[in-house]
């Protein structure tokens, strides 16, 4: 599976910017798919991501301003970021999490992996 994801960029506090991911290749399903983020010296933290149930889990600093959103069909997610703050720049990573593919009879059958799309720059600027 690959990855491509688009947007990112500069903006100032209080802007708003969008990202998108789209995961190419021959996919039966995938059971999580979001977006992820990381700052120098740290861990990578989540952003926002769809479960295989169609949920969605936020990180918590980010719950109310940004929103996820998906065509699953496309095998797409959306992420609208508003309110930025300087505390949300960092990199960036669209992350689709155990992609499934049907083997000859048609049957699921799942990687369990972590796969990730190039890391995107976003710098809030105070």
């Known amino acids: 599976v690959q990855l491509q994801a688009s947007g990112g960029g500069l903006v100032q506090f209080g802007g708003s910017l969008r990202f998108s991911c789209a995961a190419s290749g021959t996919i039966f399903s995938i059971k999580t798919m979001g977006w992820y983020r990381q700052t120098p010296g740290n861990q990578r933290e989540l952003v926002a991501e769809?479960?295989?149930?169609?949920?969605?889990n936020y990180g918590d600093s980010v719950n109310g301003r940004f929103t996820i959103s998906r065509d699953s069909a496309k095998k797409t997610v959306w992420l609208q970021m508003n309110s930025l703050k300087p505390e949300d720049t960092a990199v960036y990573y669209c992350?689709?999490?155990?992609?499934?593919?049907?083997?000859?009879?048609?049957?699921?059958?799942?990687?369990?992996?972590?796969?990730w799309g190039r890391g995107t720059q976003v710098t809030v600027s105070s």
């Open positions: 769809f479960t295989s149930g169609g949920s969605t």
């Open positions: 992350n689709a999490n155990s992609v499934c593919y049907s083997d000859t009879y048609g049957t699921p059958i799942c990687d369990g992996e972590d796969h």
